[in-house]
């Protein structure tokens, strides 16, 4: 069936390095692609999505990349604080609206 | 804009008892609402597909006699847990979709503790 991997499980960097987490696909149709953020104990926040006819997109410190041959996208996160600790999911939907959800990265900002 | 409500936030029940969960799009009308259940360190399962005046689609291994959902309007749609036991508890987040888009905006959650 449908599947998204995602690595790593756990991403440790130092405060105001780069942080890319990875994402893989198998729907060949899946057209849409949003970044969560959850905090401990709170819902998921939409912080970035990136649809199927773009190749990257970029929000302040936060930018998505697609490579639709490969079926892979990356969140890429600059400066990094320590507020961005979190676990981040990807994930991907095609035309049902349904997301078929990676297994979550922790994100672990060092100070 | 986009806020999607949930209540209650927190339930403890004894094994046995139901327990209704409501979700609600505050600002927007959803023909579509998700269901998901989350265990700790877990990523988000989804349970059931929740759409407006029709049945919700459950998916493989949730049992739609257990998990009931209503979507009785397109602000509202209610997940009951019946005869909970200990092994349903978790984490309980709905969605709802933005109409003309793909997004999703996520409730708050529940969290049910079945003792």
């Known amino acids: 069936g449908e599947n998204v991997e995602q690595h790593p499980s756990t991403l440790s960097v130092q405060e105001g390095d780069s942080a890319v987490i990875k994402c893989t696909y198998s729907d060949s149709a899946s057209n849409y692609f949003p970044w969560y953020k959850q905090e401990l104990g709170k819902r998921p926040q939409l912080i970035i999505d990136i649809r199927s006819n773009v190749g990257e997109k970029k929000d302040q410190r936060i930018a998505v990349t697609l490579n639709k041959t490969a079926k892979h996208f990356s969140l890429h996160i600059t400066e990094t604080q320590p507020e961005d600790s979190a676990v981040y999911f990807c994930?991907?939907?095609?035309?049902?609206?349904?997301?078929?959800w990676g297994a979550g990265t922790k994100l672990i900002i060092k100070p | 804009g986009a806020v999607v409500s949930q209540h209650p936030s927190r339930v403890i029940c004894k094994s046995g008892t139901s327990v209704k969960i409501e979700c609600r799009s505050l600002d927007f009308q959803a023909t579509t609402m998700f269901w998901y259940r989350q265990f700790p360190k877990q990523s988000l399962m989804l349970m059931a597909t929740?759409?407006?005046?029709?049945?919700?689609?459950?998916e493989q291994g949730v049992e739609k006699d257990k998990f009931l959902i209503n979507h009785a309007s397109l602000t509202l749609s209610t997940l009951t847990v019946t005869s909970a036991h200990p092994e349903d508890s978790s984490f309980y987040i709905c969605s709802a979709h933005f109409p003309g888009g793909e997004t999703q905006y996520f409730g708050p959650g529940t969290r049910l503790l079945v003792l």
């Open positions: 929740s759409n407006e005046g029709s049945k919700a689609t459950y």
């Open positions: 994930a991907a939907s095609s035309s049902n609206y349904q997301l078929i």
